[in-house]
């Protein structure tokens, strides 16, 4: 008993010993000016995003990322979406009917940039191209 109490002890005041790790949650709602309310968020491996549906008529559809194949490709419209985000680098979603006018979203995961470039290839109109650039460079800037 005394050994538990100890190692329970030890685990409450050196934190960084324990292998406990807190994922963390960040909420992103749909704005009524179809735009996202965090537009660039930094999370660790491990965290979940989770968007709200506050506005009617938004979604969430992932344009670029890290191993595309094992995201989820689109949300519905008008539901609640989370995806826990397990692969580092550099994501970017929008939504399906407002994308093309600017409703863009930037994730960067584990602080990791080694796929930003390929964020250029994505078609996207001149309007989203440019929010896509505002995002890149906020990004960056951080």
């Given amino acids: ?32 000016n179809d735009s996202y309310s965090l537009e660039v968020v930094r999370i660790e491996v491990g965290d979940t ?40 680098g550099v994501y970017v979603y929008g939504c399906t009917p407002h994308g093309s006018m600017g409703m863009l979203g930037l994730i960067i995961v584990g602080n990791d940039f080694h796929n930003i470039e390929k964020l250029k290839e994505i078609e996207l109109s001149r309007v989203a191209s440019s929010v896509l650039k505002r995002l890149i460079r906020v990004a960056r800037a951080d």
């Fill in 1 to 32: 008993m005394k050994k538990l109490t100890l190692i329970f002890l030890t685990c409450l005041i050196f934190p960084s010993l324990s292998k406990v790790v807190l994922a963390e949650t960040i909420q992103i709602e749909f704005t009524e």
């Fill in 49 to 88: 995003i989770e968007w709200l549906p506050t506005n009617k008529g938004h979604n969430v559809e992932f344009l670029a990322g890290p191993k595309m194949d094992l995201l989820p490709k689109r949300s519905k419209i008008d539901e609640v979406h989370s995806v826990v985000f397990k692969i580092p």
